[in-house]
């Protein structure tokens, strides 16, 4: 089955804790991204990446890294969580369009939602 | 001003009614828009993609106004498996999405 699969699906952490959020898609999709998902905010992407190796920043990547080191792979890293981090995060990918603007379709994981105490 | 507007409802409409949305983008360098259904905080699913000359699937219209910026979503024959929140998501050229905040649709029996 084609699928986006993030882990955890629910975490509660505290501040300055460390943590990996990671998403794998099995549709050998060169772009995937990140984006969280605030109540009066709607979705915000966090990072992008256009193949392995290549990765941007997207509208709100502070307090964020991420790496593509494989093409099914892009864990989203939070170094030093901080409460206004809690929210929840979708992974998404897609196969990557031309540069005058893409119509394919993302496909998002499940969700993994992160309270940050 | 947020990049992309979308009047948050809800909408509540009686099954069987015709409903529409619009979305408004302020970059004028936007290329592609799109329609994704989310439902309660579940992940968002492509519902429809926009196209200059409008595009239609089924009971659902999308249209692209260029001029004045802005895309809409006409839903006929309101199903109580409409109910969804749905977002406008405006594509620039570059690898960037940006999502409106959403319109809440409930459709009532």
């Known amino acids: 089955e084609a699928q986006v699969t993030q882990n955890p699906r629910y975490l509660i952490t505290v501040t300055g804790k460390k943590l990996t959020v990671t998403c794998s898609q099995n549709?050998?999709?060169?772009?995937m991204s990140w984006y969280r998902q605030d109540p009066g905010l709607g979705l915000r992407q966090i990072y992008y990446s256009m193949n392995v190796e290549v990765t941007d920043k997207g509208d709100v990547p502070e307090g964020y890294k991420v790496s593509r080191k494989e093409k099914r792979n892009f864990p989203l890293i939070l170094e030093s969580p901080s409460p206004n981090q809690t929210s929840l995060y979708f992974c998404?990918?897609?196969?990557?369009?031309?540069?005058?603007?893409?119509?394919?379709?993302?496909?998002f994981g499940p969700g993994t939602r992160l309270t940050v105490l | 001003r947020k990049e992309v507007e979308q009047d948050p409802g809800p909408f509540n409409v009686p099954e069987g009614a015709t409903v529409a949305f619009n979305c408004t983008y302020s970059?004028?360098?936007?290329?592609?828009f799109f329609w994704y259904r989310q439902d309660c905080r579940k992940e968002p699913k492509l519902l429809m993609s926009?196209?200059?000359s409008g595009n239609e699937d089924g009971r659902f219209t999308a249209q692209l106004n260029r001029a004045s910026q802005y895309i809409s979503l006409l839903i006929r024959d309101s199903k109580l498996s409409d109910s969804a929140t749905y977002l406008c998501?405006?594509?620039?050229?570059?690898?960037?999405?940006?999502f409106g905040t959403g319109t809440r649709l409930k459709v009532l029996a």
């Open positions: 549709m050998n999709h060169e772009y």
């Open positions: 998501v405006a594509n620039s050229g570059t690898y960037k999405y940006i």
């Open positions: 926009v196209y200059s």
């Open positions: 998404a990918s897609s196969t990557r369009g031309t540069s005058g603007g893409s119509y394919n379709e993302q496909f």
């Open positions: 970059n004028s360098a936007s290329q592609s």
